[in-house]
């Protein structure tokens, strides 16, 4: 059983340089999240997904976008890197229906621009 | 606006002896409450939850959490420390039962001999 598998692990970008990260969750949850965290600040929210087909915007959204692929798919674009985006990102998944059930986490991707 | 407060941001704790870490949320009502662990290099784990009910909550690998309303506190706890306890613990909350999960500046967790 994965549960939520984010891919790449590491990731050496230039300035102005695109990539997408990638997030997939076998676990058939509804809502999906994407986080960074940075030394001192936890964890905040990017964007997250209550259903397929929805994506609202989280605490810090500037410079990302995101796309609900299907229910298992969430995948998480930096368009223009800066170095402000050097981060561990971190993709969840939650039941979401009903009451707020506990949210799983990938194990990370570790991000730096430079 | 949420907040979840953890206020120290490193305690080392002599291995065999208690552990509590603090926890303060600001909240009108009472939010979905959750502690989790992060092992260096690792993604995070879920220790515990409450959702309501009976406010001392028992989860993972012997921690326990105490919800008190008055102090809009929510306390994580271990009687005897391990080594292998050596981590980052997150404090977040998911308020009125929506999915966004809040989370604390986390407590590094430092265990000595």
Redesign the interface.
Known sequence: NAGVTQTPKFQVLKTGQSMTLQCAQDMNHNSMYWYRQDPGMGLRLIYYSASEGTTDKGEVPNGYNVSRLNKREFSLRLESAAPSQTSVYFCASSGGQGPYTEAFFGQGTRLTVV | AQS?TQPD?HITVSEGASLELRCNYSYGATP?L?W?VQSPG?????LL?Y?SGDTLVQGIKGFEAEFKRSQSSFNLRKPSVHWSDAAEY?C?V?PG??????????TRLLVSP
């Open positions: 979840v941001i979905y959750f989790y690792q993604g995070l784990q879920l939850k959702f997150f977040a998911a039962g929506f999915q966004k999960l809040v989370f604390g500046t986390g």
